[in-house]
């Protein structure tokens, strides 16, 4: 059975900065992508970032436009896991934040929720001012 947990979030002040870590379960996920999502209070859940299998140990990263700059994304512990650092919070980042993973890589559709199979429970990160 396929798991992921989340961790590292919290109670924050803006302008600092958080990592969030993803452990995976249950599977080989070398070739999976994985990455995160967000839902913000009273909003949709959106894209936040991804890694995507370039073979070998190769992942390419994928980042939403609105965050590229202010967080970073890496697979680690045999790709088994993944973390996201994110930079200079803002009190807008302030959203449970879930892990996601996919077996396929869909190039045209990995911003999307409908693209992953496997979610976490989601983590609370919320930046104060």
């Known amino acids: 059975q396929v798991q992921l947990v989340e961790s590292g979030g919290g109670l924050v002040q803006a302008g600092s900065s958080l990592r969030l870590s993803c452990a995976a379960s249950g599977g080989t996920f070398r070739t999976y992508a994985m990455g995160w999502f967000r839902r913000a209070p009273g909003k949709e859940r959106e894209f936040v970032a991804v890694t995507a299998w370039g073979g070998g140990g190769l992942y390419f990263p994928h980042y939403a436009d609105s965050l590229k700059g202010r967080i970073a994304i890496s697979r680690v512990g045999a790709a088994n896991a993944v973390s996201l650092q994110m930079n200079s919070l803002k009190l807008e980042d302030t959203a449970v934040y879930y892990c996601?993973?996919?077996?396929?890589?869909?190039?045209?559709?990995?911003?999307?929720?409908?693209?992953?199979?496997?979610w976490g429970q989601g983590t609370q990160v919320t930046v104060s001012s």
């Open positions: 996601a993973a996919a077996p396929r890589w869909d190039s045209g559709r990995y911003f999307s929720d409908a693209a992953y199979e496997y």
